[in-house]
């Protein structure tokens, strides 16, 4: 074990997300608590985790885990693995996890989660991250991960890789996890969020139709990438270092997705369970509006899913 395995790492939600990360970090043996709930924390106690993904099956019988904070206690960093409508109960919790020198690692989509986290825990404390990665729970203390194998970048507020980014980093790859080093973490995050954001919230709209679907109707298309540019043009006023190409880039990535793929955007929406809607098509139409203009391709969108979860919202109540 080299040095890097004394870090101890906070994993806050055992979803899709942090079941994943934390499971790899879980298998190399490194020092990982999940603070986990309901029946997602009685299944990890029971019988660990389990992961699937192309290569296989393997699990990590034994986990520590628990839904008190206080057990959980002061760590080195924090993988903050809940989806954003979440964001303020787990803050809520972090206190005893965070000492004089923690830090938090973001995972969420979009690009407000970081501000979010830092409003309560100061700029110093976060590593803004962006997770490329397809994974899901699929029963309690059960991730199926599918396509390439996940990435974890991050870096400091600054996008500076400081001691502690190198540190994690390693501990990271150390697991098996691939660590991107993004030169800017700002852009890296935008030029996800152009490519997850219409895609997923048309997707939604629609009733769930895949990628492949959405992006081979030539009017479904030019929505997708009317919504990128959007995205492209806001996050350009708004001062982020988008490459020019960003949306061909995106449009690139979009067309060499497996034809099924959905997002979480959509999934959720099928569902019936809350959904990420503010923290990506709302967000959207926020920020164009911080910076001047407007997104109609979003907007649309935002009214005919805020509505359609307010309905569902409605038809669910007794
Ligand atoms: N899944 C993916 O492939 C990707 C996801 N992301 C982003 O990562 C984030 C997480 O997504 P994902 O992992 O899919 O979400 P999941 O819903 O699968 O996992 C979130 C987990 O956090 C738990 N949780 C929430 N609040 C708390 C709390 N206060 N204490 C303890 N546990 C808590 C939830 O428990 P409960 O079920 O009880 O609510 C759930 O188990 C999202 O923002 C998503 O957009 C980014 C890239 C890819
Ligand atoms: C990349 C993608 C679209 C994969 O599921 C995602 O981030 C999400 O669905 O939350």
């Not at 206690?73 to 964001?87: A, H, I, P, R, S």
């Not at 959405?214 to 708004?238: D, F, P, V």
Request: proline residues 5%; hydrophobic residues 40%; glycine residues 10%.
């Amino acid at each position: 074990m080299t040095e890097s395995t004394s870090q101890s790492i906070a994993v806050v939600g055992a979803g899709g997300v942090g079941g994943y990360f934390g499971g790899l970090l879980a298998a190399a043996e490194h020092d990982v608590r999940f603070l986990a709930r309901g029946e997602s924390l009685a299944a990890l106690r029971r019988k660990g985790l389990r992961i699937s993904n192309g290569s296989g099956d393997w699990s990590v019988p034994q986990v520590r885990a628990s839904d008190d904070p206080q057990d959980i206690g002061e760590v080195d960093f924090v993988l903050l693995c809940v989806k954003t409508q979440q964001l303020p109960g787990a803050l809520d919790a972090l206190e005893p996890l965070v000492g004089e020198d923690t830090a938090v690692v973001t995972v969420q989509n979009g690009v407000e989660a970081p501000e979010q986290v830092a409003a309560r825990t100061g700029r110093h404390r976060v590593l803004p991250g962006n997770v490329r990665v397809v994974a899901s729970m699929v029963a309690p203390g059960e991730i199926r991960q599918v396509g390439p194998p996940g990435a974890l970048g991050f870096a400091e507020w600054d996008s500076t890789v400081s001691d502690r980014v190198v540190r994690l980093r390693e501990v990271l790859r150390e697991a098996s996890v691939t660590v991107p080093e993004p030169s800017d973490i700002w852009a890296d995050l935008w030029a996800k969020f152009l490519l997850v954001a219409p895609i997923g919230s048309l997707g939604a709209a629609t009733g769930g139709a895949s990628i492949g679907e959405l992006r081979s109707r030539a009017g479904t298309r030019n929505i997708l990438i009317s919504g990128m540019r959007e995205i492209y043009e806001t996050g350009i006023k708004l001062g982020i270092k988008l490459p020019d190409d960003a949306v061909d880039t995106a449009t690139g990535l979009m067309d060499r997705q497996s034809p099924d793929v959905t997002s979480s955007l959509q999934r959720d929406f099928l569902a019936g369970r809350p959904s990420e809607l503010e923290a990506w098509t709302g967000a959207v139409v926020r920020l164009a509006r911080r910076a001047g203009r407007t997104a109609p391709v979003h907007e649309m969108l935002y009214e005919l899913l805020a509505l359609r979860e307010s309905r569902a919202a409605r038809s669910a109540q007794p």
